[in-house]
């Protein structure tokens, strides 16, 4: 048993979602990034929240992919037996901005994702309520976030 | 194009808003100006809550006077042409009792909370701060003021009762500072009300805020004279 | 001569110029000490001693201020209140002997007198609560209102203990009957019950729940402006006045005390000392909720209260037996 | 529906600062609290795509001005990660200090307000002017009362002065009796543990949930903390406890944050007492390579976390702020169901919300 955790939840991942993984990797102690498909991001969240304990949401980054017509999501998962953060990577086409919802399983995804929905304009299906949050009730401007989004300065 | 954009929108909200705040500039207070600048005013989305009557909305349902009929915020008492002792006392009794209202629109905050606090004890000059706005005349406005909280300050200066003052504080108040370039920060809090004193600094200390008290005292005591 | 005698002790001493200084230094007094508590200054550069005239700065400023009526409050109730408000807070005194001479009003029976129009109060704030239409000024009256079920049993029933100790509801013959040993001493559980649903009564913390500024603003005064709500700020001081003379008579000896001063001086003293205290304790206690005041007033202040009575109709009887 | 009262609470309200809630009340109880943000929205996270990575320290530094130091922390370990630079020993205990001077004054200044929630005034002033104390030792090293810049990536920006030992010890010395008082004066008082006992309570299987994080997790039980996670800084160095306490009420959430301010005492000792000597800083690279990068820093208010995304340039593509108050504050509208309106803001300020730091 030399192998750590993070080596372990790789094993794990690889055996049980073989083909819908694109990369994964440790980057240091504590660290594990995953990158995978759109579609199979809930059912990789699931896995990892029943087997390994990753109940909790603590982030979530969009941005536009530097290269391709694409946004890329980065949930951030914390295992808290485990002690490990988990980044989930997917990337999302721009012309349809759509991805499966993680705040029916996840609680904590809830307000990460309304903003990023408010700020990036990706819209999460099977959220409740993404209504505003952080901007003000007459935005009309678009998605600040957004690289197509130009500051007046 | 995003600059065309920018710029309806900055208009749309001149006109929603900042209606006459451009000419209210250089005027001075008790020179009868009518500071009821709410009128067109609306919140809409959906996360708005159904107005309730806690303080009246908007410029048609403005609380009545009770001095001044036509709506005019000025008092008789000011009217009234009292002998000069008598304006002195009122004066006196106006700068050395500023009751400044409870309102954090940004990070200034912490140093207002300094500022009451015993090392710099702003109660030595009868600045005393009060939780409801009805009863302040010191709208000190902390930092920065965002698109959607500048409605709600206008709607706070607007329920302040007559003789009122306004402190900006902190560089993003003056100009917009740190965020100078920002999609939500109103740049100077000058665009949507009169400002008597202005503050200078990010966070400015203290003290620099107790010199912005003493000045605003000097401006109430010449005010008269002019 | 009576007439002229009645006049000058309603308007003068001890009637509205007494109170008025009185309650001026007091507010002076809260000031300056709760900032001591505080580790601050408090009001020090306006007035050439110690802020002394910060409280006139801050009614002038306040007869200067612009009055508003909200628009869909009653108009003239609203403006009405803040002057019955004073008014109310101000009749109890009328019934206080300062001395056995300055009395205004003689009665056989001034102690209900003063209950009763010491607790008219809470009503006057829950009224103006309602008037004013706003939701805050609503819950503030409203809790008005249920702090009077509160305290008002076991104040009353701590006060029979004083009757009973000097059979009598007149207040003059109450304080003379302490010449000789207060009534705190005799009583002194009556005393702390008196003392806790009296805060109660005057609002102070740590039951000023009706003004809870934390929950609901300035509570039934949040609408006020200008001179209305100075009016409310000089009837708040003005009834913790009175209630802390009232205390020093009922229970503290009224004028009684060593003749090294006039009795009027000692009966002033004596309520600075209480007001001293009550000002102490703002200083040091967060403030109740609502449902923890009821607990404390039914389920403990009430027994205790009884439980007074029967120790004083006790002590009474043996008082009588070796005729003391 | 007709039966309840919709009461408005800020952005102008005597307690809740920067942010509204819009409450339904049944009588005193809360049937349903909604939180809207978003009154600070400075859109820091745009600005920062368009400043070079060092203008971006005093941009991150607003986020939570009263916690600036373990703020930039965060961000300038991201920086660090994402340029592979390896910092300096004495720079990283120097940042220790310093991010423990940091949480002190964020939990004195959280102690003020948790007074005045109460209704106690005398609680505003105490810990502000114990608070001044600590601004000094800060002023004394960075030169500024409460937004410092003073971390850059590869170090920290100057050394500690001749005195700052001797003043520190002497600060500590008297803030360690001070944290005495403060327990016997508030937290053994009767009535405030009347007030703050089993009310706002918040389980340990629920704050998992919700991702309540920071001091506010701890209260409920949860043993979760970033300096020992993950040690960054000069953290694997030192020894020190994470308090745990498992009543998950407003009350030992206020005590996790008095024992806390114990630690970081017992910390700064530590960490002067084996400051080594060396170089303060380090050179670092013009541009940020084409990575990410993500750091977590435990600020006062809980973890801290910074996204870094390079792009080649000296501006960060994208910087993701993700801070312990969003997340305790999306996790307050299940803890004032049921609650009483005379509780909202002890349950509110137990929680530690910055509401710039929720908005940033």
Redesign the interface.
């Known amino acids: 048993m030399s192998s750590t955790i993070e080596d372990e939840i790789v094993r794990d991942v690889l055996q049980r979602h073989q083909g819908l993984v694109k990369r994964i990797e440790t980057k240091r102690r504590g660290r594990v990034s995953i990158e995978a498909e759109k579609d199979y991001i809930v059912e990789i969240a699931l896995y990892l929240r029943d087997k390994r304990d990753f109940s909790q949401v603590v982030s979530a980054t969009s941005f536009d992919a530097p290269d391709g017509d694409s946004y890329a999501v980065v949930y951030c998962l914390w295992s808290l037996s485990h002690r490990v953060l988990l980044a989930l990577k997917t990337s999302i086409p721009k012309e349809i901005p759509r991805l499966r919802s993680l705040t029916p399983f996840f609680e904590s995804a809830n307000w990460h994702e309304r903003e990023t929905h408010e700020m990036m304009g990706i819209q999460f299906e099977g959220h409740l309520d993404l209504g505003r949050l952080l901007l003000p009730e007459d935005w009309t401007e678009g998605f600040p976030l957004r690289k197509t989004f130009r500051l007046q300065g | 194009m995003r600059r065309n954009s920018y710029r309806r929108r900055t208009h749309a909200i001149w006109h929603s808003i900042l209606s006459i705040c451009d000419f209210l500039h250089h005027l001075r207070r008790l020179h009868n100006v009518h500071t009821d600048l709410c009128n067109g005013f609306h919140l809409s989305g959906e996360s708005t809550p159904p107005s309730d009557n806690c303080f009246p909305r908007g410029g048609g349902r403005r609380g009545s006077m009770l001095v001044a009929i036509d709506g005019r915020s000025t008092m008789t008492i000011n009217r009234v042409k009292c002998m000069a002792p008598v304006r002195k006392l009122l004066d006196w009794g106006r700068l050395s009792s500023l009751w400044p209202v409870h309102i954090a629109t940004g990070c200034c905050s912490p140093e207002e909370m300094a500022l009451v606090s015993p090392r710099y004890d702003v109660e030595r000059f009868g600045v005393l701060p009060l939780p409801s706005l009805r009863q302040c005349d010191l709208l000190i406005v902390l930092g920065l003021v965002t698109h959607k909280m500048a409605k709600r300050l206008k709607l706070i200066y607007e329920q302040m009762p007559e003789p009122k003052y306004v402190m900006a504080v902190g560089a993003c108040a003056v100009s917009g500072g740190l965020f100078w370039d920002s999609y939500s920060v109103v740049k100077g809090i000058d665009k949507v009300l009169p400002v008597d004193v202005y503050v200078p600094g990010c966070p400015p200390r203290p003290e620099a805020f107790i010199q912005g008290i003493r000045l605003l005292q000097q401006k109430i005591r010449r005010e008269r004279k002019n | 001569m009576d007439l002229f005698n009645l006049l000058v002790k309603v308007a003068v001493f001890p009637g509205a110029a007494f109170i008025s200084t009185y309650t001026y230094f007091v507010i002076w007094l809260e000031r300056k000490l709760l900032a001591r508590v505080m580790l601050r200054i408090g009001p020090l550069h306006v007035g050439k001693y110690a802020g002394i005239l910060q409280v006139m700065a801050d009614f002038i400023k306040l007869l200067g201020k612009e009055t508003i009526v909200p628009s869909n409050a009653d108009r003239a109730l609203f403006m009405a209140m803040p002057i019955i408000a004073v008014g109310i807070a101000s009749l109890p005194l009328a019934a206080i002997p300062l001395d056995e001479y300055w009395v205004i009003f003689r009665s056989d029976y001034s102690l209900l007198y003063i209950l009763g129009v010491f607790s008219l109060y809470p009503i006057v704030a829950a009224l103006t609560g309602w008037i004013s239409n706003n939701k805050y000024s609503f819950i503030g009256g409203l809790r008005a209102a249920y702090q009077l079920v509160g305290y008002e049993v076991p104040m009353h029933f701590s006060l029979a203990s004083v009757a009973i100790l000097s059979s009598s509801l007149n207040i003059v013959e109450i304080i003379k009957k302490q010449s000789n040993v207060w009534f705190v001493f005799l009583a002194p559980l009556s005393c702390l019950i008196y003392f806790i649903s009296s805060l109660a009564e005057q609002e102070r913390t740590p039951f000023d729940i009706p003004e809870a500024e934390q929950e609901i603003v300035l509570g039934w005064m949040t609408e006020y402006t200008g001179m209305s709500f100075g009016l409310f700020y000089l009837a708040y001081y003005v009834r913790l006045c009175i209630g802390s003379l009232l205390i020093t008579a009922l229970f503290l000896g009224g004028w009684y005390g060593p003749p090294i001063m006039p009795p009027f001086a000692w009966f002033l003293v004596k309520s600075a000392a209480v007001i001293v205290f009550i000002i102490l304790i703002r200083g040091a206690f967060p403030r109740v909720r609502m449902d923890q005041l009821l607990n404390i007033a039914w389920r403990i202040l009430t027994p205790l209260a009884i439980i007074s009575i029967l120790a004083t109709m006790a002590l009474q009887a043996v008082i009588g037996t070796i005729g003391w | 529906m007709s039966s309840l009262?919709?009461?408005?609470w800020g952005?102008?309200?005597?307690?809740t600062?920067?942010l509204r809630f819009?409450l339904d009340l049944d009588g005193?109880i809360v049937v349903n609290a909604?939180p809207?943000?978003?009154?600070?929205?400075?859109?820091?996270?745009?600005?920062a795509e368009?400043r070079n990575y060092l203008q971006v320290v005093?941009?991150v530094e607003?986020v939570c001005?009263?916690d600036s130091f373990n703020v930039s922390l965060g961000y300038v370990m991201a920086v660090e990660e994402l340029m592979g630079v390896k910092v300096p020993e004495r720079a990283q205990f120097i940042r220790t200090i310093m991010a423990e001077l940091g949480r002190i004054m964020s939990h004195l200044?959280w102690f003020?307000i948790f007074?005045?929630?109460?209704?106690?005034?005398?609680l505003?002033?105490?810990p502000?002017?114990d608070?001044?104390l600590f601004?000094d030792l800060a002023e004394m090293v960075v030169g500024s009362?409460?937004?410092y810049s003073y971390f850059t990536p590869g170090g920290v920006f100057a050394d500690l002065p001749d005195e700052f030992d001797k003043r520190a010890a002497k600060t500590l010395a008297y803030f360690e009796r001070r944290i005495g008082e403060y327990e016997v004066?508030f937290l053994h008082?009767k009535?405030?543990q009347?007030?703050t006992m089993h009310v706002g309570v918040l389980d340990s299987r629920k704050a998992?949930?919700?991702?309540v994080a920071g001091p506010s997790a701890r209260g409920s039980g949860?043993r979760?903390d970033v300096r020992s996670?993950?040690p960054y800084a000069a953290y694997d160095q030192l020894d020190f406890e994470v308090p745990v306490e498992d009543s998950g009420d407003a009350c030992a959430r206020a005590k996790i944050r008095l024992r806390e301010m114990k630690e970081s005492v017992l910390l700064v000792r530590q960490a002067l007492n084996k400051l080594p000597e060396g170089p303060i800083r380090v050179r670092v690279p013009p541009i940020l390579p084409?990575e990410?990068a993500?750091s977590?820093v435990e600020c006062g208010r809980g973890?801290f976390?910074i996204?870094v995304?390079g792009?080649g340039s000296d501006r960060p593509?994208?910087l993701?702020i993700?801070t312990p108050s969003?997340?305790n504050?999306?996790a307050l509208p299940h803890m004032l169901k049921g609650a009483?309106?005379?509780?909202?803001?002890i349950i509110y300020h137990s929680m530690d919300i910055w509401?710039?730091d929720v908005?940033?």
Not at chain 4, 208 to 211: F, H, Q
Not at chain 4, 340 to 345: F, S, V
């Open positions: 009262l919709r009461v408005n952005p102008q309200h005597p307690i600062g920067h819009i005193d909604i809207e943000i978003g009154y600070t929205h400075r859109g820091i996270e745009k600005l368009n005093p941009l607003r001005n009263i200044y003020a007074g005045v929630a109460a209704g106690l005034f005398t505003i002033m105490w502000i002017a608070r001044e601004i009362r409460v937004t004066i008082n009535l405030y009347l007030r998992i949930e919700l991702a949860i979760m996670d993950e084409r990410d993500y977590r973890e976390g996204h995304v792009q593509y994208r993701k993700s969003f997340r504050m999306s009483r309106l005379a509780d909202l803001p509401p710039l908005d940033r």
